[in-house]
């Protein structure tokens, strides 16, 4: 015990809040300072050779001058002892009683706060004496009775019938303050002691820890004191939790006290975390019910940081993790699911960036509120994702808006959730879920959105604005099942991109074509890359074309015409509606030389004219001027009626052109309904009836000389919508089969179960079990693999 | 028609009519090619002749393999992937549409 109680003294005395330390000024030594250590250190030897207490024998109170038995002079000390040891100088016959009194009356003096009548240096040579004259045991029980009357009288004083709590808290420090005061006062005296007879028998206390043991043994386990002392000490925390200010020196000063006593964990400890999850239970209900979540989030912090200092100033640093996680507990555990359910939502739709960094901190304290959080965090965005993606009223502004869901959740996960993994793979899985909610729309819509910003036109964006908005589409576009469904209408945009030549920039568009290959494989992208082969090879061939035409006979020519055809691959491009119109005999002629040219060089193709995709530049005559007049080929068929006759009926143009009904009424509308009008109609009005009238208009001026007459676009009609889904779903029954024989062709025998798990990893779309063993069975029957005689559910490939 | 200045109008353009109103200069087309199959389906893989035939898509994970993956035309006029024929042939040397002996009549280019 004295051997623990002396190490934990040790431990502590470079804490400069130690109430027994600020007094080491007053004394040479405190017990259990370094100088202590060293005396341990230097047990061994202390039986031989007596220490050299130089800081002693020099103190500045003159003591010095009465020392009979010691030379002043350091290192001189050492001979001189010797000689007087060996010589054994008798003592006087009542020596011990004399001396005795002589150190008792020092001691009483000591405890009474009176003067004592010796120098300091006299008693200690006085204990150093007995000490050397074999009186050490009966000095050091001598000693203890005298410390144990002092501190039994003093119990009295804390025994009234009632006391003011404070006034006692009070009475019971300055009782400890000058029981440590008087116990270094008098160690100081009773240092040879200490440093001789103490150590050289282990089981004695140090002078110290006796007085120690006396004021614990006789004051503070006194059942009643103790109470009053600890329930004082309750009240005051409870005060300064309440928010009032109290003494925390006295505070610290009393849990101090239990500490060095030994009994702060059963006496103090215990009680206080008892209170404290009293207190912050009660607290935690009432504030839930009466704060909104921020608020309740930001009186936890504040407690938690009192807590702390609490720790910081008065408390024993060994409470700090039960009383920490006393407050968690019921300020935080207790309420982890009410907190998020009641503010969660609010805080990610009000984008409150600095709660929910609070909130993501305080929730990492406790056991599973990162897990909580991160559930609900997830719920959230697929709820407020799913209002997104499923409104057909929203369509138009869905693609911006879950680009702007996605960065206000990305910029949440990185400056309020710390960027934790475990929230961006929930974020994106929330994505992933919510988008696919509905079918097809999403995928068709960031396909539009994409067209619109390759376009030409659009301004809005700088080259690299523009990129990093592809990255971000690109973003969502991996979130996408029907990744197909995407492509079918990325390549419609794309074919009028390249047609008419509206792309805003190549190196855009080879742009998105990388970033598309890159997530999808190049099986993705190939039909698209054709079209951009397409359009290359085009290049070729009209420049091949116009040499074949320089060569021909073209005399019988009606017309010199700049011809120009984009050949392109059936199957890479959208499919288009065939139309079979009249065309006028000038350019049927052309159309015929080039079938000659182009069927001759490529044997086994046929060749699909797509008047729908034409257009045509026109010279028009007008009475006002020549212009120029940049037209479709509709258009362009319908003016060119106009060199044989002034007026014709729409009937008759119809029969003339063969342009389907519904395409031609468009068409005379942008002629003579649009904003350059070329065409007069009679009678006026928007609608094309059958019995309308068209004559060119003589009167036509145009500020410029080229004109653009635009065509009126069809809406795209649900139907055709349908027909584009459809043909991704039949093609995929191609693309099915295509990866069974590929993976099939790799590792030549393979159960059913790992074909199915190997496909749904190549896959780009969803699909399910009992189709693609329907396939499996098709290509079973076509050959291309087999089942195993052997193995059951086994298959090999067939070469 | 109904507007009175107008008419009055047409009556002085009436004359300087020009000979020819429209010419056209210039004429960008399109046109879609294929090849010139009776059937668009290879009856021996089931694919489309205008893509690549199944193993030749399943070879080249760019599935651009269309450009080596040309079109035969048997005497018989019926058409296949001139791989899918190619294997065909080892086993079986007829057509196996119309069972007539197999024998080329020309190759898509
Ligand atoms: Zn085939
Ligand atoms: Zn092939
Ligand atoms: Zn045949």
Known sequence: MSNHIRGRIVGREDSENSPVQKRTLLSAEYPGSKKLKLADEMTDTANQKRPNFSALSTSPNGINKTASLVNTKPGAAKKLVIKNLKEKPKLPENYEEQTWEKLKEAVIAIQTSKSIRYSLEELYQAVENM????????????????????????????????????????????CWQSHCRQMIMIRSIFLYLDRTYVLQNPTIHSIWDMGLEMFRHHIVMNTLVQTRCVDGLLMLIEKERQGDAVDTTLLKSLLRMLSDLQIYQEAFESKFLLATERLYAAEGQRLMQEHDVPEYLAHVNKRLAEENERLLHYLDS?????????????????????????????????????????????????????????????????????????????????????????EKMDNIVSKCFQSNEKFSNSLKEAFEQFINQRTNKPAELIAKFVDSKLRAGNKEASEEELERLLDKIMVLFRFIHGKDVFEAFYKKDLAKRLLVGKSASVDAEKSMLSKLKQECG????????????????????????????????????????DLTVSILTMGYWPTYVAMDVTLPAEMVQYQNFFNRFYLGKHSGRKLQWQPTLGHCLLKAEFPQGRKELQVSLFQALVLLLFNQADNITFEEIKAATNIEDGELRRTLQSLAC?????????????????????????????????????????????????????????????????????????????????????????????????????????????????????????????? | MADEDNSSDRVDNETPKPEKMFTLKKWNAVAMWSWDVECDTCAICRVQVMDACLRCQAESKAGSGRQDCVVVWGECNHSFHYCCMSLWVKQNNRCPLCQQEWSIQRMGK
């Open chain 1, 131 to 174: 000490c050397n004259h074999k009186m050490a045991s009966h000095l050091y029980l001598n000693l203890t009775t005298l410390a144990e009357q002092h501190v039994k009288a003093n119990i009295q004083q804390f025994m009234a019938e009632s006391m003011d709590r404070h006034f006692f808290l009070k009475k019971m420090n300055e």
């Open chain 1, 318 to 406: 060994s409470t700090k993790w039960a009383l920490i996680h006393t407050v968690e507990k019921q300020l935080l555990t207790e309420h982890l699911t009410a907190v998020l359910q009641k503010g969660l939502d609010l805080l990610l739709e009000e984008n409150r960036i600095s709660d929910l960094c609070l909130l993501y901190k305080l929730f990492t304290r406790v056991k599973t509120g990162l897990q909580e959080l991160c559930t609900n965090f997830n719920a959230y965005i697929k709820k407020k994702g799913r209002t997104i993606v499923i409104d057909p009223e929203k369509d138009k502004t869905m693609v911006q808006e879950l680009l702007d869901f996605k």
């Open chain 1, 522 to 561: 190049g099986g993705f992208t190939s039909k698209l890359e054709g079209m951009f082969k397409d359009m290359e090879l085009s290049k070729d061939i009209n420049v091949a074309f116009r040499q074949y035409m320089s060569n021909a006979r073209t005399a019988h020519l009606l017309n010199t015409i």
């Open chain 1, 674 to 799: 649009g904003k350059a009008r070329v065409l007069q109609k009679t009678p006026r009005g928007r609608e094309v009836e059958n019995n309308d009238v068209f004559a060119y208009d003589s009167q036509f001026t145009n500020k410029l000389c080229r004109i653009k007459i635009n065509q009126i676009q069809m809406k795209e009609t649900n139907e055709e919508q349908k027909a584009t889904e459809e043909r991704v779903f039949q093609d995929r029954q191609y693309q099915i089969d295509a990866a069974i024989v590929r993976i099939m062709k790799m590792r030549k025998t393979l159960s059913h179960n790992l074909l199915i798990s190997e496909l749904y990893n190549i896959l780009k779309f969803p699909v399910k079990p009992a189709d693609l063993k329907k396939r499996i069975e098709s290509l079973i029957d076509r050959d291309y693999m087999e089942r195993d005689k052997d193995t059951t559910n086994q298959y090999n490939y067939v070469t």
